[in-house]
């Protein structure tokens, strides 16, 4: 049995679709599906239904995946451990960040880390989309991941296998132009009407955001009209487009209240839409390296101070 057996699986479990998964593993769609078979020949059953329209899971899939996962999780974890502790003594604390918390949170967070501490390491920050980040932390390629975080949003991290920590909180507000400048009426609108729905930037299903959004929507959110026009996953992606008059979009508090402030943006609907969500940091449950544990002890101590 191969580690890239258990990747492809879980890239066709996510996909659903043989060609999409092969061009995500970067192989041919052939080659992708002799080794999807050969896993299941090695397990011994078929995993995934191929007789729908999008390729899903057997039964035995279902059950097989969350070992896979954790299979993956550990090679990875295990590589990194044995790379680590051929390391000196300086070692890199590898982030995993959303794209608009590396911009907007993460340089000045980590700045008063460093003015409380005396931090003796390197520092490593890559930022994805919320799926992107999920699995670098999954397959060890990461340490900690930073994100926005709303109790009715599924995430991939099982709560036996990560723990985390409240960093503050922020606020998801739908906002749009003004329908002129000066004006506290926005160009787009909720809830829109069946008639006339309004103009919507949506995020992306790979956003954290995104999912986000969708939760709460489908939860106890008043109804709502809109015609999604653009998608993105990323944050401020989706506030050019809403400042260039395009649509509506639910954006954090902490990036549009500059323009909120000026009036280049205005709130495009009442409180009852607006989102709160907290930042939030995960790091594996299993021992880390000593640096690690030492800057996870500081945090846990700062954070608990502060909300005690």
């Not at 593993?25 to 090695?42: G, K, Y």
């Not at 969500?277 to 021992?287: G, Q, T």
Request: charged share 20%; net charge neutral.
């Amino acid at each position: 049995m191969e580690i890239v057996w258990l990747e492809d699986f879980m890239a066709l479990s996510e996909a659903g679709h043989f060609s999409r998964a092969a061009e995500r593993r970067n192989i041919t769609q052939p080659a992708f599906s002799r080794r999807v078979r050969t896993l299941e020949e090695w397990v011994g059953t078929p995993l995934f239904n191929r007789y729908t329209h999008r390729i899903e899971l057997t039964n035995a899939g279902e059950q097989f995946k969350p070992i896979a996962e954790e299979v993956i999780r550990l090679v990875y974890l295990g590589r990194e451990q044995a790379r680590s502790a051929a390391q000196s003594a300086a070692e890199t604390l590898r982030f995993a960040s959303t794209h608009s918390l590396s911009i907007n949170f993460f340089p000045d967070w980590l700045r008063v880390i460093e003015e409380r501490t005396a931090l003796d390491a390197t520092v490593s920050l890559v930022a994805d989309n919320m799926a992107g980040c999920e699995r670098k932390i999954l397959q060890g390629e990461a340490q900690f991941l930073l994100c926005h975080h709303h109790p009715a949003a599924a995430t991939a991290l099982d709560p036996k296998q990560f723990r985390w920590i409240d960093l503050g909180e922020d606020m998801l507000v739908p906002v749009s132009v003004p329908v002129s400048p000066g004006e506290a009426t926005a160009r787009h609108s909720l809830p829109g009407s069946l008639e006339q729905p309004s103009s919507y930037l949506a995020y992306s299903a790979t956003s954290g955001m995104g999912r986000i959004v969708s939760a709460t929507q489908a939860q106890d959110a008043p109804p709502t009209w809109l015609s999604s026009v653009f998608t993105s996953h990323v944050a401020t992606v989706l506030m050019a487009m809403a400042r260039s008059g395009r649509g509506l979009a639910w954006l954090p508090l902490s990036l549009v209240k500059p323009q909120l402030d000026s009036g280049e943006l205005v709130r495009a609907g009442a409180a009852q839409w607006d989102i709160p969500i907290v930042i939030r940091i995960f790091r594996p449950r299993l021992r880390q390296s000593p640096t690690v544990e030492k800057f996870w002890t500081f945090l846990r101590e700062v954070y608990q101070a502060a909300n005690s």
